[in-house]
């Protein structure tokens, strides 16, 4: 079985639940309130550009250039394609009271920018996976199982589309490759990384659905 599978298998729990969280099945169905997509949106595009960097530092740390060059068109990707979804929603979603991340996307993009500043490169790979294939999976679930006339439909679009399904292969071919070159202690680091980023998209969703604040 390829690592990415073992992975995916391992982290099933989480993925199980996030498709049944009241955020999935009312972007689904299209009934989430316009209220929680505008706080997701802007929480989504300040998330995005923490991710960019923390895909081009982890991209740093690639020892052959085509890796590096594919962990940098990742980061163009999400500051240009899914920003461009974002800047689309943003001009027209009511705006935010809350200024900055909240505290789970605060916690979310630390995460990934100290794992990709501090840790190998192995890790920071590892964790930067569930923030592409949750979304792919996440997507694909939404397009099969959605309403007709979903309000929410360019959103699905993007993440259940051909251009994000090809960076997501991309993406666990590069995974897989890292794994077969490490060792056991290094594969179970990436285990770890991979479990917490899969935990912080989770929260993330939670979040958006409670309009999470500061609590102070
Ligand atoms: C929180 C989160 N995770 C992942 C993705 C998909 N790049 C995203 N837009 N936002």
């Known amino acids: 079985m390829k690592f990415t599978e073992s992975l995916w298998q391992e982290n099933a729990d989480i993925y199980e639940k996030i498709l049944k969280h009241p955020f999935i ?3 689904a169905s299209g009934s989430l309130s316009i209220d929680r ?16 960097t923390a895909l081009a530092v982890t991209g740093t740390k690639a020892p052959v250039s085509k890796d590096k060059l594919t962990f940098l068109s990742f980061a163009q990707n999400a500051l240009l ?3 461009l979804l974002h800047e689309n929603y943003m001009d ?6 809350q200024k ?3 505290p789970s996307a605060l916690a979310y993009t630390q995460y990934l920018l100290a794992t990709s500043s501090l840790k190998p ?15 792919k999976r996440v997507g694909d679930h939404i397009l099969a199982h959605q309403a007709a006339n979903n309000p929410y439909q360019n959103w699905i679009n993007t ?15 590069l995974v897989d490759g890292i794994a077969a070159q490490s060792t ?5 680091s990436m285990r770890q990384a991979y479990r917490k980023a899969t935990q912080y998209e989770y929260m993330f969703w939670d979040s958006a659905y409670h309009l999470e604040k500061w609590p102070v």
């Open 184 to 188: 056991v202690a290094e594969r179970d």
């Open 37 to 52: 997509f505008s706080f997701y949106i802007y929480q989504d595009s300040l998330y995005l550009n923490e991710f960019a």
């Open 81 to 83: 394609v899914e920003g």
């Open 121 to 135: 490169y192995a890790v920071s790979a590892a964790a930067l996976l569930p923030c592409f294939w949750i979304y």
């Open 25 to 27: 099945l009312e972007l």
């Open 100 to 102: 900055g991340a909240s």
């Open 159 to 173: 993440y259940a589309g051909e251009e994000f399904a090809q960076s997501v292969s991309q993406m666990l071919a």
């Open 92 to 97: 027209s979603l009511p705006k935010q009271d």
